[in-house]
């Protein structure tokens, strides 16, 4: 299953969440899946921003893509696959 984006990025946490899964499994949708113990479909609408992860997504998606509970709840500081200003500057 491919992963689909909107225009814009509902939150931070679906811009990072986006990033792995195009990074580390080619935008699949259902390998990326897998690492997290959940389906494809589920990781669409997390990135579509129709939910919110709760404890055992939330705690899953940290180990394996350092996304934190609370990016969810942040505005995205940039389009889908660019970094922050602030974050290039650091690097």
């Not at 814009?8 to 899964?21: C, D, F, I, K, S």
């Not at 997290?36 to 705690?59: C, N």
């Amino acid at each position: 299953m491919k992963m689909h984006l909107a225009a814009r990025a509902p939150n931070e946490g679906a811009r990072r969440l986006a990033q792995w899964v195009a990074h580390e499994h080619g935008g699949d949708l259902d390998r990326a899946a897998a690492r997290l113990w959940v389906t494809g479909a589920i990781v669409q609408r997390v990135i579509d921003g129709e939910i919110t992860p709760g404890m055992a997504l939330g705690a899953s998606l940290f180990k394996s893509c350092g996304v934190r509970a609370r990016m969810f709840n942040r505005d995205a500081l940039a389009g889908w696959f660019f970094e922050p200003v602030d974050q290039q500057l650091a690097a």
